[in-house]
């Protein structure tokens, strides 16, 4: 795919389902087809619905072309879905009242294909660990100075960690948010130093440099600058987001970081991600557990007792 392509020409390209069903196909099964249950790389197709099924000669047993990807259940266009990859590969990213505008679906489906796909990247970015040399330093999502000793209940605490090259440059980016367990007042406890390390850095790695405290001489300002760029991207494009979603916009904005790093085409390699991994459902995603409550109710608590 050619990085200059405009969506105009994108959507010209990709203007029947015919052919994003071949994209889809070779994206999930660039070697051919292989049978998620026997691996037997020969089908019988079957077109009776309005998406293929691929019914293995060895074991047949059938397969849909989006099952096991996060179209998986999704009764929405392939075409409008490939225009809503290309619209999130893009350095901005959209949010999903513009992206509804766009491919004319409603709001609810619109910000459900927005989550599943930043759902692929963060599926993807737990696998990938921080190797090198590494380091990882705190940061916030939020108000950027707050005058009270206490952590405003709009603010987020974050750590980030990044793999340095030997130019001192990020080569590798990670910005997580950090747990209440792992938090006393507006401070983050070596424990969630530590659980950063275990849950995001390769074990094989000696040279780890983890700063956790706010006025550490030692801080590292490329990975508290990140964060504020991301903060930053975040109230710009979707002015603002509360601490139920916020750790899968992260996931997004490092998801564009890394592939630019990389020098790969952020759009194939979305496709690629969406197409290899599981789906979300919308139950989970309006399940997850929303702290902004928990901490607005520790910040007033505190305001009255020090008052």
């Known amino acids: 795919m050619d990085e200059t392509l405009t969506y105009d020409l994108f959507c010209q390209k990709f203007n029947n389902e015919e052919t994003c069903i071949n994209a889809l196909f070779s994206a999930r099964w660039p070697n051919g087809f292989s049978c998620p249950c026997c691996n037997h790389p020969y089908f019988y197709l079957i077109r009776s619905r309005k998406l293929p099924l691929f019914e293995c000669t060895s074991c047949h047993v059938q397969t849909s072309l989006i099952s096991g990807t996060v179209m998986e259940g999704s009764r929405t266009p392939l075409k409008l879905w490939f225009q809503a990859f290309f619209l999130h590969s893009t350095p901005q990213g959209i949010s999903a009242t513009r992206l509804a505008s766009i491919i004319g679906t409603t709001y609810k489906t619109a910000w459900l294909i927005c989550h599943k796909i930043r759902h692929a990247m963060s599926y993807t970015d737990s696998k990938e660990m921080l190797s090198g040399l590494v380091r990882v ?134 496709v690629l991600l969406c197409a290899t991994s599981p789906t979300i459902k919308y139950p989970t995603l309006i399940s997850r557990v929303d702290n902004s409550a928990i901490h607005k109710r520790n910040y007033i608590g505190l305001l009255n007792t020090a008052g």
């Open 137 to 270: 330093n705190w940061g916030v999502y939020g108000r950027p100075y707050n005058p009270t000793i206490y952590r405003h209940p709009q603010e987020q605490p974050l750590l980030a960690g990044g793999s340095f090259d030997n130019s001192n440059q990020i080569t590798h980016l990670k910005i997580k948010q950090v747990p209440d367990e792992h938090l006393v007042y507006d401070r983050i406890t070596p424990s969630g130093g530590l659980s950063f390390v275990s849950q995001h850095v390769d074990p094989a790695v000696s040279d780890i440099s983890v700063v956790i405290q706010k006025f550490s001489r030692n801080r590292e300002w490329s990975l508290i600058r990140s964060c504020a760029i991301a903060s930053e991207w975040i109230n710009t494009i979707f002015n603002g987001i509360g601490s139920k979603h916020l750790q899968s916009y992260l996931d997004q904005y490092c998801f564009t970081f890394n592939a630019v790093k990389r020098n790969s085409n952020t759009y194939e390699t979305l």
